[in-house]
């Protein structure tokens, strides 16, 4: 568990290790403000009955100290806790914003769900783009996405002049014509990185990061070198970019990709902070608060993605995205995972679940649906681009499954509920659950490859009635009562359902009956109290002839329409159709108060 880089693309992460068994649990981390070389360690031999964590200094050489020396750490901390890894995520969470890492709350729009164009991967055309975009209206999709291929290479991000003769002008009018059908455009982008031998590194050679051998660090998935995140070239080159794409191009989002987002090498360019090589290191937050505040001050309302692939996103890169995202999972249990160490972290901040076509058989939106996460997707349509392998084409048997859930996702909209912790445990619970609560309605999400058995419903409130609803498959599962109930269950890969308290049903009838009895019992109370006058007791008895006739327009039982004869020229049904000048027909006022 090492901070920082653990291969040549991959690091960084979140300080803190978590290992619990089903009684309590133990958390260690560090609280500092910026991201620190260290590891978090778990260490557990074969024939152990305890586990070893710790924070460990991840320093280079051993120090020797003589008399009078001193050390200064950094400020680690270590939790007791129940249950899982939630809440001491969520505390460590919330002592670090309280401390100055202040998360961001999400753009209405960042919880809406998105189509991405990389179904068509780098050689998608404008053609395929364009035509794809009315089965995605269709579908209740609201953000579309241009990603990787528009540009020359990485590092050079001048558009390809092969797909984009016009130049900007072409980009511009791509971005006009995606937003004429009512949609948001995201753009992607891989910053930080630039390819050898591009026109950005020929002009500035001394952009990217050196080894203790002088050599550059090489980002491998990209073939490219990595640029200091804290050189003034690099920022004020990154910045004019944002520029381009959100002011010139008008893109309401970007998508910034790569797993080598998390981290950077410790950086040995002499030109760049040689009394500190780690500074590259501590400071690359900063390269991703320049981008978020610029984007931001050009669109106020832009959603900004931050997507390390494969990784989870590191906890200091956090405050600077306001859509988080499940970063390329290789199954709908790292979707799951994912979305729930965010909620945890950043329950304010959307999570969008990534491409549908990327879980468990390419259609598990049940994963996303139920943990709360944004759901996205990127079939092609009507067909497949031809030299694109994989086939992503939105049949008309999946096209009913995307409907329906996408359709479900718009209505329910959960990824803006509040994800309820302590109920189950991640890592013991079986069947996997999870709960989310809105608007007063509590929906669970079970999932197991297959499960036939009972389920524990918890978090009723003691002594109500609630009803649970299969709204997926719309069957009642029947009613329950708090605080915990057993249900019966057969389903495979997930069950989702709601929880919502019984509505008491007052009959008016038995409501206005009841209270005429009681008015006439101080009626004939009053009688025998001298002190009671008789301006009161004619009070009581109008209230009292008033309860008598809405008892009677409103029947035994219990409806609001009764069948009346009021006379022989009509017969009517409800005190509002009346159409006799009989008595019985002012009654209606009475039913009109």
């Known amino acids: 568990n090492y901070m920082g880089m653990n291969d040549s693309d991959y690091g960084g992460g979140i300080p803190v290790t978590c290992l619990w068994r089903r009684d309590q649990g133990i958390a260690v981390g560090h609280v500092e403000l910026s991201p620190r070389l260290v590891s978090l360690p778990v260490k557990k031999s074969k024939y152990d009955n305890y586990a070893e964590v710790a924070v460990e200094s991840a320093g280079e050489s051993v120090v020797a100290f003589t008399q009078g020396d001193t050390i200064s750490t950094v400020r680690t901390f270590v939790s007791v806790y129940e249950g899982d890894c939630f809440a001491p995520l969520r505390q460590f969470s919330e002592y670090m914003q309280v401390s100055g890492l202040v998360m961001p709350e999400s753009e209405p729009a960042a919880f809406e769900p998105m189509w991405c164009a990389w179904g ?30 528009y540009q020359i290479a990485e590092g050079d ?37 630039a390819d050898p031998g591009t026109k950005v590194l020929k002009e500035n050679p001394d952009f990217i990061t050196l080894s203790k051998q002088q050599t550059p660090h090489y980002i491998t998935w990209w073939d490219s070198y990595y640029l200091s995140p804290v ?13 381009r794409f959100m002011k010139k191009y008008d893109f309401d989002g970007l998508k910034l990709d790569g797993q080598h987002l998390n981290s950077v090498h410790p950086d040995y360019n002499w030109k760049h902070h040689p009394e500190c090589p780690q500074y590259s290191y501590e400071q690359l937050p900063g390269f991703f608060k320049m981008i978020y505040d610029e984007s931001r001050s050009i669109n106020p309302h832009a959603v900004i993605q931050n997507c390390p692939c494969g990784c989870c996103m590191s906890f200091y890169n956090l405050p600077y995205t306001n859509q988080t995202v499940a970063s390329d999972p290789t199954s709908s249990w790292q979707v799951r995972l994912k979305g729930y160490v965010y909620k945890a972290l950043v329950p304010r901040t959307a999570y969008f679940g ?29 067909k497949n681009n031809p030299k694109v392998k994989a086939d992503y084409r939105l049949t008309s048997e999946k096209e009913v499954i995307w409907k329906k859930w996408f359709s479900l996702y718009n209505e329910k909209m959960l990824s803006t509920g509040e994800y309820v912790n302590g109920l189950y445990d991640i890592g013991y619970s079986r069947p996997e659950a999870h709960v989310i609560r809105k ?9 197991a490859s297959s499960f036939d058995g009972d389920i524990l419903v918890k978090g009723l409130e003691e002594g109500k009635k609630y009803e649970l609803y ?11 009562e708090g605080p915990e109930a057993r249900l019966h269950c057969k389903f ?30 101080s009626i004939t109370e009053s009688r025998t109290e001298s002190w ?21 327009i409103f029947g035994s039982n219990g409806s609001e329409y009764t069948n009346i004869r009021c006379c022989e020229r009509c017969c009517w049904r409800s005190v509002n159709r009346c159409q006799c000048s009989c008595e019985r027909r002012n009654k209606r006022n009475l039913y009109r108060l």
């Open 120 to 149: 068509y991967e780098r050689e998608a055309t404008f053609a395929e783009i364009l035509g794809t975009l009315p089965k995605v209206k269709e579908l209740g999709i609201k953000w579309a996405t241009v990603d990787d291929g």
């Open 157 to 193: 991000w001048e558009l390809d002049t092969k797909r984009f003769p016009g130049g900007d002008r072409d980009m511009v009018d791509l971005v006009k014509k995606m937003k004429a059908y009512g949609l948001k455009v995201q753009l992607w982008w891989a910053p930080l990185a």
């Open 231 to 243: 050189d003034s070239g690099v920022v004020s080159y990154s910045r004019d970019l944002v520029d």
């Open 354 to 382: 990534d491409h549908v076509e990327l879980s468990d058989h390419g259609d598990d939106f049940a994963s996303s649906f139920g943990i709360g996460a944004v759901l996205g997707t990127k079939f092609t349509w009507p």
């Open 439 to 447: 608007d007063g309605t509590l929906y669970y999400a079970f999932y």
């Open 470 to 480: 299969d709204y997926f498959n719309e069957v009642s599962l029947g009613e329950v």
């Open 492 to 521: 495979e890969r997930a069950l989702l359902f709601r929880g919502e308290k019984v509505k008491v049903q007052i009959s008016l009838y038995n409501f206005f009956n009841k209270l005429k009895i009681s008015i006439y019992e």
């Open 532 to 552: 009671k006058t008789q301006y009161e007791i004619s009070v009581l008895y109008a209230i009292f002839r008033l309860l008598d006739s809405y008892v009677r």
